[in-house]
T-cell receptor, first 113, second 113 residues
Framework: DGGITQSPKYLFRKEGQNVTLSCEQNLNHDAMYWYRQDPGQGLRLIYY???????QKGDIAEGYSVSREKKESFPLTVTSAQKNPTAFYLC????????????FGDGTRLSIL | AQSVSQHNHHVILSEAASLELGCNYS??????LFWYVQYPGQHLQLLLKYFSGDPLVKGIKGFEAEFIKSKFSFNLRKPSVQWSDTAEYFCAVYSGSARQLTFGSGTQLTVLP
């Protein structure tokens, strides 16, 4: 079955460390997205990519970096510059048909030790 | 930039009560509208969507939403809620020109048995 796989499900980070969250999709979607979910703030867009080797900043890109070397993969790095990284991170992808919604992964919960 | 407002942060209802969750957006162009639900411990699921045509759309599990263009609203309704409807509900707006999906802050619905 096609879908989006995020790993790991839970991730702990020491202060000052960079960590990378994985997102892989086998839906053959061009567009991929990273969102952050905080209580009371809903989902906010961190970065998105419409095509391989191209990506744009979302609303809260500071302290994060991404790469899109392959269509299937859109890893997100939470850098030490991100002052409040504890959150739930969701990856999504979308096909070219505007009538179809985004598909979401199961998410990664990141906590600071 | 487009924005999505969900004015009810937490709604508590008894079973069989009727539900209406408000969603307003600010964007003058063509948009696609969605309601997503996140049950405890699960990932986001699509409840319903509106692209064009009949402004009253029906989704899964007895939910429906009405698009009122003049009010920039897309309120979610259900005539009679069940305990299993306890979840967080997100309204989202997709802008084709910006190719971004913007979420509201979410509404936590608690249904008391």
């Amino acid at each position: 079955d096609g879908g989006i796989t995020q790993s790991p499900k839970y991730l702990f980070r020491k202060e000052g460390q960079n960590v990378t969250l994985s997102c892989e999709q086998n839906l053959n979607h061009d567009a991929m997205y990273w969102y952050r979910q905080d209580p009371g703030q809903g989902l906010r867009l961190i970065y998105y990519s419409q095509i391989v080797n191209d990506f744009q900043k979302g609303d809260i890109a500071e302290g994060y970096s991404v790469s899109r070397e392959k269509k299937e993969s859109f890893p997100l790095t939470v850098t030490s510059a991100q002052k409040n990284p504890t959150a739930f991170y969701l990856c999504a992808s979308k096909g070219p048909d505007l009538s179809q919604p985004q598909h979401f992964g199961d998410g990664t919960r990141l906590s600071i030790l | 930039a487009q924005s999505v407002s969900q004015h009810n942060h937490h709604v508590i209802l008894s079973e069989a009560a009727s539900l209406e969750l408000g969603c307003n957006y600010s964007y003058g162009g063509t948009v696609n509208l969605f309601w997503y639900v996140q049950y405890p411990g699960q990932h986001l699921q699509l409840l319903l969507k509106y692209f064009s045509g009949d402004p009253l759309v029906k989704g899964i599990k007895g939910f429906e939403a009405e698009f009122i263009k003049s009010k920039f609203s897309f309120n979610l309704r259900k005539p009679s809620v069940q305990w299993s409807d306890t979840a967080e509900y997100f309204c989202a707006v997709y802008s084709g020109s910006a190719r971004q999906l913007t979420f509201g802050s979410g509404t936590q619905l608690t249904v008391l048995p």
